[in-house]
């Protein structure tokens, strides 16, 4: 089963199947069973993924602008491993 991961701005939203073998497929729209979900401005996002920066990160979620929820089992390991990916960043 991949995993689902949904995307959104508030003006809208997409979301990647993580695939067996390291595939990724990207969909348009929310997925209706989804693991995780990532609700942000598209600027944050955006920034986010230029800077891969720990503190940026830290500093968006606590102040509100990213939210990451996990809403499986699954779902939650994946927010673990991608926290550890961001605590290992500058």
Do not use: C
């Not at 503190?55 to 390991?77: P, R």
Request: proline fraction near 3%; avoid cysteine.
């Amino acid at each position: 089963m991949p995993l689902r991961v949904n995307v959104s701005t508030p003006h809208e939203s997409s979301y990647f199947e993580l695939l067996s073998g390291g595939r990724v497929h990207l969909h348009q729209g929310s997925a209706a069973e989804s693991d995780v979900t990532i609700s942000a401005e598209l600027a944050v996002l955006k920034e986010l993924i230029v800077r891969q920066s720990k503190s940026f990160f830290e500093d968006a979620e606590k102040n509100g602008k990213i939210l990451v929820k996990s809403q499986t089992w699954k779902g939650e390991q994946a927010v673990s491993q991608v926290r550890q990916l961001f605590s290992k960043m500058p």
